[in-house]
């Protein structure tokens, strides 16, 4: 796979993070007891802590297409 596609499909990944974690928080977060939406609500945070690295690393790649370009 080359540095463009990999950049495109880890910005997808990003994004996908992003909707997983919204998703989560309101099917898990949103129901049952206490401790039950808690637990939702922390496991669609971290879900949601995996898009900044996502972008970031489609940011080196697409970097390093562009580098392969010149």
């Avoid at 919204?22 to 669609?44: C, L, P, Q, V």
């Amino acid at each position: 796979m080359d540095n463009r596609t990999t950049s495109n499909v880890l910005t997808v990944a990003g994004f996908a993070s992003i909707l997983a974690s919204i998703a989560i928080w309101f099917t898990t977060g949103g129901k049952g007891s206490g401790e039950d939406r808690a637990h939702g609500e922390r496991f669609g945070i971290f879900v949601g802590l995996w898009a900044p690295t996502f972008f970031v690393l489609a940011n080196k790649y697409n970097e390093l297409a562009v580098k392969e370009d010149e």
